[in-house]
């Protein structure tokens, strides 16, 4: 039983920056919502050579995530830059290191959305967001996409899709999170909470 008061965890994994905007922007939206927390967290690059240690606490950013993070999260927000349209290999590898919590079914019932940044329009966003979910829903996670409810869904030119929140961030990383993006990413934050929060007493046996 947590002590803290419940959160949702906003994982992400970014190397320039872009996936990692968008993370901030769904953080925002979960503290929208009254008495739930975003506990913003990262995970460590890996390395090809295993000799490589990176220090315990990264040089910006959030810091880097536990296997109790995630353990005792109310809900979770999951983030990569798309990588060949599938996650990038630093989140998978944390991903592949929860076979403990699958064990003890620590994540059943609690809810999962996901966010992604490509460099192009049609470089995969839906496949990797849609890919993300599913070591998740072997974890019994809820999946929280984004509803047509959302204007922003129909009105975009970039970032933004039924399955999670993602971003466009152009051949050089270097095109900013538009507003169309950061309001559904804000939408995702809300949503993601407030699934948390209805859902907790079920978990709870109530
Ligand atoms: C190894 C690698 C593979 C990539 N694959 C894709 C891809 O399939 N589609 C795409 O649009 N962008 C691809 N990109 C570009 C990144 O998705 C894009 O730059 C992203 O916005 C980076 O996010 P970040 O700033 O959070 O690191 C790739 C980048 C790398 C390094």
New binding site residues.
């Given amino acids: 039983m947590s002590l803290s008061r419940p959160y949702v965890l906003v994982l992400y994994y ?7 905007a968008l993370a901030e922007q769904i953080a925002a939206g979960v503290e929208e919502i009254a008495g739930m927390d975003a506990r913003l967290r990262t995970v460590p690059p890996v390395s090809t050579t295993c000799e490589s240690v990176d220090p315990d606490i990264p040089g910006e950013g959030a810091i880097y995530a536990s296997l109790e993070d995630l353990r005792q999260c109310a809900g979770l927000a999951i983030g990569s ?5 599938n996650m990038a290999a630093p989140l998978k590898y944390f991903i592949d290191g929860t076979s403990e919590l699958w064990l003890n079914g620590a994540l059943i019932d609690k809810p999962a959305t996901a966010f992604t ?4 329009l049609h ?2 966003q839906e496949a990797t967001l849609l890919t993300m979910l599913i070591p998740l829903l072997h974890q019994g996670m809820v999946y929280a996409g984004v509803p047509y409810s959302e204007n922003g869904l129909v009105a975009t030119s970039s970032g933004g899709t039924p399955y999670g929140t993602s971003h466009v ?1 152009g051949e050089r ?1 270097d095109r900013n999170v538009d507003d169309i993006e950061r309001s559904l990413a804000r939408a995702q934050g809300r949503r993601v909470a407030r699934l948390a929060m209805a859902l907790r007493p079920l978990r709870e046996g109530a």
């Fill in positions: 970014s190397r320039f920056g872009a996936t990692r830059p798309t990588r060949f349209g940044s490509t460099a192009s470089g995969g961030a990383s």
